[in-house]
């Protein structure tokens, strides 16, 4: 499975736009990248999902580069409710995904 | 609403007890994970069941068991429990090769 590496920590004002990148060296060329979000006390929510380039959808956008070595979440406008632990994995979608969290990385966003 | 369903949400017991956690997976997948998150720690997976049949196994000790039914619900038991196991544990369920996981709203276990 491929090693990520995150952030511990980010903070941000309300209205900004945050980017969190993961690092992924080893990624497989069968692997995804999937991006999770986690409020306290609650179950982790998908948030995207990319395997090259970029994908966007109502709530981020997922930049990942050619060599696929890492991935860049991006939040636009961010609110008080974006805080929350965002998870990057990666896997491979076809042989048991992937199943390691690791510990995210802690947005918190302040007025 | 994730539709997957974790009971029971709080337990409470003494070291040494065992208890069992249940998962009703959402309607249609097929697999089913199990993931420990401890107090500051990130989600621990423990295990992974597909259509009854165990899939993959990560940091699961040998006191914890696990197992999905013909119905594909799954329980996971924890016996000989130490304070250490107090933790969230959540289930999560999958349609192979979707990519997305649905996790449930997890059972919070404290060991006193």
């Known amino acids: 499975l491929a090693k990520t590496t995150q952030p511990i920590s980010m903070d941000s004002y309300e209205g900004q736009e945050v980017n969190i990148t993961c690092s992924h060296n080893n990624i497989a060329t069968n692997d995804y990248i999937t991006w999770y979000q986690q409020f306290p006390s609650q179950g982790p929510r998908f948030i995207i999902q990319g395997y090259k380039t970029k994908v966007t959808n109502e709530v981020a956008s997922l930049f990942i580069p050619a060599d696929r070595k890492s991935s860049t979440l991006s939040l636009p406008r961010v609110s008080l409710s974006d805080t929350a632990v965002y998870y990057c994995?990666?896997?491979?979608?076809?042989?048991?995904?992937?199943?390691?969290f690791g510990k995210g990385t802690s947005l918190l966003v302040t007025p | 609403d994730s539709g997957v369903t974790q009971t029971p949400k709080h337990l409470i017991t003494a070291t040494g007890q065992r208890v069992t956690l249940r998962c009703s997976p959402r309607s249609g997948d097929l697999s089913v994970y199990w993931y420990q998150q401890s107090l500051d720690q990130g989600l621990q997976f423990l295990i992974q069941?597909?259509?009854?049949?165990?899939?993959a196994k990560g940091n699961i000790l040998e006191r914890f068991s696990a197992q999905q039914f013909p119905d594909l619900h799954s329980e996971l038991n924890l016996s000989s429990l130490e304070l250490g196991d107090s933790a969230l544990y959540f289930c999560a369920s999958s349609v192979p090769r979707l990519g997305e996981l649905f996790f449930g709203e997890g059972s919070r276990l404290t060991v006193l």
């Open positions: 994995l990666v896997g491979d979608v076809n042989s048991g995904y992937a199943l390691n």
């Open positions: 069941y597909y259509n009854g049949e165990e899939r």
